[in-house]
């Protein structure tokens, strides 16, 4: 016991050591969770438009003014020509333009049908799919207004009637779902590249040598080496976790001793990912390359800024074993649906059987004599 | 002139030696671009979804036969009671319920008026959206189809044109994105790393001391990896342009023109960070923590930028991907000319001399 402790002391002093890495540890990953937690959505709001109205009837104007009015709408410019408003796509400075044919308001007294265009700039190819959404139901809403005004709409027609409602976030504020995503990023994030980082460099500074013929035994070793970077993350996000309560008022349902439950067996396996790439590297450099190439798979499998439901079957089968993806999505349930013990113990017992194989494939890996 | 191939060619051996770092070198932008080709889209398919039917008639049978064949939704679970909602939810699995009131059909026939009610799991409101959208427009359809004889009178159709990328198709999108985090992280870590490498180990001194001067130093620690970069931004281009059929609509020469300029701002920010770090942890913290989240967050690459507060957008425009990543999409996308992006291509040649100059500054020949 006591050979651990003062193994902790000169872990502590090793990493404290180093001026640069104290901010780093501490202070980019708040500063990060407050800038980019705000920056990640896909909310749209002020879609600049331009507009090419060959009819300009007091009808077409009326339409028109359906989309300046709307919150999401913002007029860029009239323009006479469809090349002269395609330059403001290539300028990047609309993504709709709203084309309305000479004799609009005639056909529609007429036939009671016309036709306009939106032609939307679809370069950010999710971003025109919510383009689309808005314009339509503009659009639609225009429809009725006028089918209404002129009472064309007869009783007799059969009306289902569809309310819809959005549980556990009523006001769809991404913040709420993005928050406890990035948080967990962010300690993933330090402590897999800290103790990716932290075996390899004894070896390849050559200090591991003299670890090796100290008394310390393999298992106080690895004890030693991880323990520090686990109370430094369970730290971090308990840090993080009050930053979301109090800045971003992200609500916390269920129990926060859960979430730490759940992160001290996601740490261990977490830091026994970054422990078993330190152990089979020769250098700082391959330790970091091999950790970076993993969280990048895991991030982008994880399922924080693109749904993991919308995935192929194989993909979704890797998200399965992705514990990045697995704990975000428990701490979510936690903290936005107030789920129990319950709801998140498949997470548990697999962070435990996980964390299992991975400390003991690094024990494995880790002889003392090469 | 001499000395410095042979310090490159001895860069390059340091380099090759280490196959495990190459075969992730190359490995990781072929394994992003199929990731986010066939994988990531922001598209809905096969939603689990829990329906409560109260009224169990055929049409309620219909209506939901109907949701289940779209293709959007699978059914995970038949509800009883609506006391089983919540715990169903809280299960983390379904993530729509969808609630027939009792005697539905009986409602719609008689009096001709229904109701239904969709309740969406909102902790992710972009899918929450979607998934309403999609219900909605199903339900939509069923309707119209009551109704066909006695067809709606007035309408406005509008004609939809997407342009630049008329299925939607996300991989389109996250092309430029892709090409400039793997241009940026690679280079920039490579290059950090390599430098804060020979610092920590004491062969700076060696190096030093040699008839090399410090730019030549740089110069031949950097042509390594400019190679190695350039090699996988053909392969990025050659893949997503042939496997996944992403147009090039401008000059693939002024393509690789700005790929170029940007691979050497990378190059320059690796190296500054490495003149700002003794060791090789913190070049790699700060290269990897610092750049990463960021890169991917601000840049414009996953999140469109316009959308962003004031200050985040004002703070994008220190981000070196967010304006390569416009000009990338311009060219492969949109076509555009030199022109219309002159201005961003500016900014990126500003960057650069930027980092260089402080590098140069801050480059320390004599040892502490």
Redesign the interface.
Known sequence: MRKILIFLRKEFIQIFR?K??VP??FG??VI?LL??S?????????IRFNVIDFDNSSFSRE?ISKFTSSEYFILNKVSFSMKES?ES????QARLIIYIPKNFEKD?RKD??????????????????VV??Y??NI?RQ??TD??YK?S???????????????????E???K??MVPG?LV??VT??GS?LSG?NVV?EK??GTIEQLNVTPVSKYHFIIGKLLPFWIIGMLELAFGLALSLLVFKIPLLGNPLLIFLLAAVYLIVILGIGLLVSTV??????A???A??IM??FI??GGV???L????D??QLIAFFNPVAQFI??I??IM?????FN??MPQFYFFIVYGIIMMSLAVWRYRKSE | MKRLLTFVKKEFLHIIRDYRTLLILFGMPVAQILLFGYAITNEIRDVKIAILDLAKDDVTQEISNKILSSGYFVSYENLKTAADIEPAFQKGIIKEVIVFEPFFGRNLEKEKRANIQIIADASDPNLANMMIGYTTAILENYQSGLSEDKILPAMIVPEIKMLYNPNLKSVYMFVPGLMSVILLLVSALMTSISITREKEMGTMEILLVSPLNPAHIIVGKVIPYLVLSLINTVIVLVLSMFVFQVPVNGSLALLAGISFLFLITALSLGILISTLSNNQQTAMMISLVALMLPTIILSGYIFPIDNMPLLLRVLSNIIPSKWFIIIVRGIMLKGVTFSYIWFETLILVFMTLLFLVISIKKFKIRLE
Not at chain 1, 89 to 92: M, S
Not at chain 1, 152 to 170: G, Q, T
């Open positions: 180093n640069a890495m780093i540890i980019m990953p990060q800038i980019l705000n920056a990640a959505t896909y909310e749209i709001r002020n339409l395609e796509f290539k300028k990047n529609y009671s049908k016309a036709e306009i265009q939106f032609v939307i700039n679809a370069e950010d190819g999710s971003a025109a799919g689309n959404n314009a339509a659009l225009f429809n006028i089918m002129a064309l709409v007869p009783d007799n027609i059969p009306l289902i009637k569809v309310n819809s409602a959005n549980w556990f976030n009523p769809l504020n991404y709420t779902y990035i990023l962010l994030l330090i590249f980082m460099r390849e500074i590297s020769h250098t700082q450099q391959q970091m390359f091999v970076w190439f990048i798979l982008l499998l800024f693109t749904p439901e919308s995935m192929p194989w993909a999505k428990a979510r349930m936005l649906k107030g789920s129990g709801d998140v």
